[in-house]
């Protein structure tokens, strides 16, 4: 059955959805503050772009002519690039950062000087991961090369009785291989999916990734490779370096809220039906972690709330950690799950011990 076709049971739970909305509704409405950025919000965007492009600049510069100066310089854009991708441009492209959708749009569109074409990861993300959350054949974040087994659903190979070893290892590379090859496969599949509904949507999609592509290499390798006063493959690793911190970050964390332990990888029936509610559904496949831990939070724009994250999207995260006690509160109420890790270590090696069930569990039947 086509995942297009796939549909929630409105019915089940349909009380505690309501709930929910009036009762964050209300907190907006009560406080008199906005769902979108505040002053902290933006405060931290000026903070997050600067670690971006200041340490480019100076690269650029010759200021420093040493290895590891120039090393040095590429890992804070790659810190930088973490941040810019949890906090600005992920919130951009939910349109929670601002009312207004030109600010949305270009603070969203930064993503494409990451390397990563804006829309093709609105597809990926907002679309199908949003909307079908861990469900097999539907989930754009799970739909993995075979080397990696997410759900259990998937084929079982011999290999990934190993996988909760060397999948470290290959996260780091996840953005790099988004960047140079991903982002136009998936353009195909989407095209196929109708999710790009015609052929000259397709050739425009294909069109605008290639000459984003040209400008990014151009611009963030082959600029420095010609003016940094140091050698061309200094130059090329620190570049890789930089991808590879944000490929390992961005894996790690949207692993630890949806490939654990405590969440659920459910399957329509046979008409396409989800048993449970939408909002129902984001709780059983979602997890929180380390909710306590502010900095991790700021850093990684409020992602360690990703339950408040699945459930309200469009607002900004500076406000999940206090809607997260509305929703933990209503979850309780009606009791559904409400899934919460207290520490990131913890979170740490509840991934990996799925990683491991994973690896060594029988194929679920589809």
Known sequence: MNFTSYRFDRQSNAEFHRTLKSRVNNYFSENK????????????????????????VLILSGIFTSVWGNLGLWLIMGIGAVGIGFSVMHDANHGAY???????KILGGIVNILGINSQV???????????????EGADG??????????TPHQKQYGIHKYQHYYAWVLYGFLILMKVILTDFTQALQYRKLKLVKTKEELRTLLMNISIWKVIYFGVFLALPMVLAP?????TLIGFLSMHYILGMATAVIFQLA???PEVDYPLP???GTVDNNWAVHQLATTTNFAPNNRLLSWYVGGLNFQVEHHLFPTICHVHYRNISKIVKETAQEYDVPYNSINRFREAIAAHAKMLRDLGNATQVAL
């Open 33 to 56: 503050i906005s769902r979108n950025a505040n002053a902290e919000m933006v405060t931290k965007t000026v903070v997050l772009i600067s670690m971006y492009f200041i340490p480019f």
């Open 258 to 260: 949806h490939i654990m």
């Open 141 to 150: 974040d799970i739909n993995i090369p075979f080397f990696l087994r997410f």
């Open 98 to 104: 601002s009312k207004n959708e030109n600010i949305n």
């Open 230 to 234: 140091i050698s061309p493959w200094i």
């Open 121 to 135: 990861w609105k597809y990926q993300h907002n679309v199908l991961h949003h909307s079908f959350t861990n469900i």
């Open 269 to 271: 029936n046979e008409d």
